[in-house]
């Protein structure tokens, strides 16, 4: 696929659907317990940023593998020592935590977070 259409107003505003989904009571429970929103800043641009993910638990631990990832530009944001993030509704309620992305031999890249204490 092509850059331009992760960036295009179609994609934007599908996730702006899944967002808005994610927050309604009912909706959010059909969306699925696994895809939650998350909320950082840009490292360059200082912009306060929310995106819908999939993400897998493991105790104080979730991981987020990101798919076509050299279409995105999202996880660059945790690259190195990483940063911090939030995710909105994991576990019904707002969690923040400490992610840093990692690419590996093939290619993929997954976000690992360390959830803070709740």
């Not at 944001?77 to 707002?94: K, Q």
Request: aromatic share 6%.
């Amino acid at each position: 696929m092509a850059r331009g259409i992760f960036n295009s107003p179609v994609v934007r505003w599908v996730n702006s659907a899944a967002v808005g989904l994610t927050r309604v009571p009912v909706l959010g429970r059909l969306v699925g317990d696994n895809v939650v929103v998350i909320r950082y800043q840009g490292r360059r641009s200082g912009q306060t940023f929310e995106t819908p993910v999939s993400v897998r638990r493991d105790g104080d631990q979730a991981t987020i593998h990101v798919m076509a990832p050299d279409n995105k530009n999202w996880w660059r944001n945790f690259l190195g020592e990483g940063g911090p993030i939030t995710f909105l509704n994991l576990d019904g309620r707002e969690r923040t935590g400490h992610a840093v992305a990692h690419r590996d031999a093939e290619g993929k890249v997954a976000v690992t977070v360390q959830l803070d204490a709740p």
